[in-house]
């Protein structure tokens, strides 16, 4: 494993949801932390929303810590984030961020609007071409000129004829199909991501504190605390192959220690019941 400055705060290594609160009593501790709540609070809507935290700048008085008092620090924190996190504030900054998020329905085109836009760029290239015709190379021979302008000829003719075929019916006929085709087509990717959207942003935010509970559950069981670093340039690495291929928060729960994951995984524990049975 290569080693990363510090260590996560407890609350990285239980939840994932706060890893810049270390916090015993949540004024006292962010003020000994030098963090302002308003910003601990930011951390949190973060992290259980995309499961990433900013535990940096709690990590030197969590390493800092005895691991007993790691303990401590990993159930103050999960006291406050439980906490928190069953607040109308925390519901309501949920939300947004949640509707930041929310797929756009897509506009319907019409035939109308796509012959509009297809007549719009074939009378700017009508247009280019034609200077292009007005205007041959300088600098080139005339057997090089000559094949510029036939080619420019040739297109300009292509370019017209295309044009003059957007006001044919089975033109128009043609290109419905096409555009009722792209309008389902847009729609029905609409309606994928809209699920994906719900299924990822629950309306009701206990269902990603669950998830985030039962992953730390899952990832935190059977950690190796007695599995050794050696060095590995200038960081270290795991000894062993398996330890040194386990997920990363395997590893941030072996450099919080035991104790501090014992405490976590409890309270997760009780946490978690506490939400499913409601």
């Known amino acids: 494993m290569r080693a990363k400055r510090g260590i996560t705060v407890g609350i990285v290594v239980v939840l994932g949801l706060a890893g810049c609160l270390a916090v015993l009593r949540a004024a006292d501790a962010l003020r000994d932390l030098g963090l302002k709540e308003a910003n601990a609070k930011e951390s949190v809507i973060e992290a259980i929303n995309s499961g990433n935290v900013n535990w940096w700048p709690a990590s030197k008085a969590f390493k800092a810590a005895a691991p007993a008092v790691r303990a401590g620090l990993v159930m103050g924190a999960l006291t406050w984030a439980k906490t928190y996190t069953e607040s109308a504030e925390f519901t309501t900054a949920y939300e947004k961020v949640r509707q930041t998020q929310k797929p756009e329905a897509p506009k319907p085109k019409s035939v109308d609007e796509e012959i509009a836009k297809q007549r719009a760029q074939l009378e700017q290239a009508i247009a280019e071409t034609k200077k292009t015709l007005a205007q041959p190379p300088a600098g080139v021979s005339p057997e090089i000129a000559k094949a510029i302008r036939d080619g ?60 985030r509970l039962q992953h730390f559950l899952d990832q935190s069981a059977g950690v190796d605390f007695g599995a050794t670093l050696v060095p590995c340039g200038s960081k270290k690495c795991f000894a062993d192959k398996p330890s040194e291929q386990k997920p990363q928060n395997w590893k941030l729960c072996y450099r919080a220690g035991k104790e501090a994951v014992d405490a976590g995984r409890a309270f997760a524990t009780t946490w978690l019941a506490e939400l499913q049975k409601k």
């Open 152 to 211: 420019s000829d040739i297109a300009l003719k292509s370019l017209t004829a295309q044009l003059a075929d957007l006001d044919k019916p089975q033109t128009k006929a043609m290109l419905g199909q096409s555009v009722e085709y792209e309008n389902k087509s847009r729609q029905d990717q609409y309606q994928r991501s809209t699920k994906d959207w719900e299924t990822r942003y629950p309306i009701d935010p206990k269902l990603l504190v669950v998830k």
